[in-house]
Each structure stands twice: as C-alpha cells, then as structure tokens.
C-alpha cells in the first residue's frame, strides 16, 4: 500500500525567510502524482503545487517549489520570501493515474513569525 | 478548477441521530471522494463514490455507518448513521479535475 509520511509535526519561519517542508512516500508504481495542500484554519484544502513523476523538472509556482527525488521518494517543499498569510497546516499527498484519490501524510503545521 | 458547494459547514448533533452531509459541483466529475479529518489528524479516505454503482469503502469503513449517494455527476450525499462523540469530525467531499483534487468548504460535525 502506498503510504506518504511527514516527519515534521511543526515548522517555523521568520517572515520573509526561506523554509523547506519534508516528504517521503512509499510506492511501487512509476508514474503517479504528488501534491502539496495548504489547509488554513478556514478548512478548505488548497492546492499549493503539484508534480507529476513522469517529469524530471521540478515544479514551481511563484515563490513555492519542489525538490523532487523520485529514486529517494522524496517530495519536499520550499517556501520563499514566507509571508504571514502562508501559516497553515501542509498536507502532501500521493495519487496514482486515474486512481484520483489521494493518499495523504500526517500534516506539517506552519508558522509565520513576524 | 471547479467549485464545491458543500452544506452544512458545521452542526452539533445529539448522539444516536444522523446527519446528511451535500456537495454539489459545478461541473461534472466521474467520481467523488469522501474524507474524514479526525481533530487535529490529516484526512483519510472513507469511500469512493460513483454514479450508478454503490460506493467503494475503504478498510474501517462501512456501508451502515456511512451509506453514500451520487445519484448524478455533479452531486454526492453521505450520511453519518448512528453517531457516537468518536464520529466527530470534519468530513470533507472532493472531485479530480484534469490533474488534481479539489475539495469542499468542509463540513465540523462534533456529537454530544
């Protein structure tokens, strides 16, 4: 079974500072995706960034990217220039193709300190 | 991505009743997702629900407790059956657009 896990409970960041949040997963599967959700204490599940397992480039999304390690299964996230708005909890989040549905890690709770 | 309307966003419920859970999309997807955010936990899958088809459970969960409807592919109802103070929760609905998941506003059921 597939399985994602996120070895940091918390996080925290100066604001305008660089962090960098840790994935790993589990799978048998070559060709699936990866996912970071932001969920903000409003609940809803915002998409941050996704990666395809196909691509050897790493995804970006304005001051969010990846460090994809497909052979280590290792999906991290680096914020940059962090923002308050940025505080959240952080999901990552593994799908197979045509699966759609995610299997998610513990979660990584962001703080932003001013 | 398309939108989730899901209602209500939260209720306080007396244990022994049922409450019904709804999402609506504004687009038609090919399966709906329902998940289970236990406090202060991440979400895990409790079943898939498909047009046409009764939904698939995933392992801990079960028809009885949490029976599912998708009688059309823009919406999808669950229910929690019995509850007890250990079903609360946020539960929340997903679709998948052409490459990732969206959810619903989320819905905090707490039993007393």
């Known amino acids: 079974a597939q399985t994602v896990t996120q070895s940091q409970p918390e996080m925290s960041v100066q604001e305008a500072e660089t962090v960098t949040l840790s994935c790993t997963y589990d799978t048998s599967e070559s060709d699936y995706y990866l996912f970071w959700y932001k969920q903000p204490p409003s609940r809803q599940m915002i998409l941050v960034i996704r990666?395809?397992?196909?691509?050897?480039q790493n995804a970006t999304e304005n001051r969010f990217s990846v460090n994809f390690q497909k052979a280590a299964k290792s999906f991290s996230l680096k914020i940059s220039d962090s923002q308050l708005g940025d505080a959240a909890m952080y999901f990552c989040?593994?799908?197979?193709?045509?699966?759609?549905?995610?299997?998610f890690g513990q979660g990584t709770r962001l703080t932003i300190n001013p | 991505s398309a939108v989730i309307s899901q209602k209500p966003s939260r209720d306080i419920c007396q244990r022994g009743t049922s409450l019904t859970i709804q999402c609506q999309v504004d687009?038609?997807?090919?399966?709906m997702f329902w998940y289970r955010q236990q406090p202060g936990q991440s979400l895990t899958l409790i079943a898939t629900a498909n047009q046409g088809s009764e939904a698939t459970y995933e392992s801990g969960f079960v028809i009885d407790k949490f029976p599912i409807s998708r009688p059309n592919l823009t919406f999808s109802t669950l229910t929690v059956s019995n509850m007890s103070p250990e079903d609360s929760s946020i539960y929340l609905c997903s679709g998948f657009g052409n490459t990732e998941a969206f959810f619903g506003q989320g819905t905090r059921l707490t039993v007393v």
């Open positions: 687009s038609q997807v090919t399966m």
């Open positions: 990666q395809e397992a196909y691509k050897q």
């Open positions: 989040a593994y799908s197979p193709p045509g699966a759609q549905k995610l299997v």
